[in-house]
Nanobody
Framework: QVRLVESGGGSVQAGGSLRLSCEYS?????VGWFRQTPGKGREGVAA???????PFYADSVKGRFTISQDNAKVVYLQMTRLKPEDSAMYYCAAGYPEKLLIPDGYNSWGQGTQVTVSS
C-alpha cells in the first residue's frame, strides 16, 4: 500500500500561485492530482508517470498547472493564474490507472489539502 501526504494548500487571490506537494512511499506507476468540491465528484487535474515524468493535464488547467517530480518521491503541482473555480480540496493518488484522470484506477489516496482562491 502506497502512502501519500499532501501539503502546500492555502488561500490566495485570483491570479496568484501555489505549489502543492505530494510525498509518497513505496512504488507506483502513476501519481495523479484530483480536486473535489462539496457535493461533486473528484475531478482529475493532472497525472504523471513516475518512470519518465510524462505529464498529463485536464483541459481546464493546461497552460496554468505543471506537474513534476523530484528524486525523493515527491510530486509537485505548480498552480499559476489561479481562478476562484480552482478552489477545492486537492488530493494526490497512486495507482496503475487505465485512464489517468479518472479516480477509479487509483487505489491509494492522501488526506487532501485545501486550496481557496478569492476573487
Amino acid at each position: 500500500q502506497v502512502r501519500l501526504v499532501e501539503s502546500g494548500g492555502g488561500s490566495v487571490q485570483a491570479g496568484g500561485s501555489l505549489r502543492l506537494s505530494c510525498e509518497y512511499s513505496g512504488y507506483t506507476a502513476y501519481v495523479g492530482w484530483f480536486r473535489q468540491t462539496p457535493g461533486k465528484g473528484r475531478e482529475g487535474v493532472a497525472a504523471l508517470s513516475t518512470a519518465d515524468g510524462s505529464p498529463f493535464y485536464a483541459d481546464s488547467v493546461k497552460g496554468r498547472f505543471t506537474i513534476s517530480q523530484d528524486n525523493a518521491k515527491v510530486v509537485y503541482l505548480q498552480m499559476t493564474r489561479l481562478k476562484p473555480e480552482d478552489s477545492a480540496m486537492y488530493y494526490c493518488a497512486a495507482g496503475y490507472p487505465e485512464k489517468l484522470l479518472i479516480p477509479d484506477g487509483y487505489n491509494s489516496w492522501g488526506q487532501g489539502t485545501q486550496v481557496t482562491v478569492s476573487s
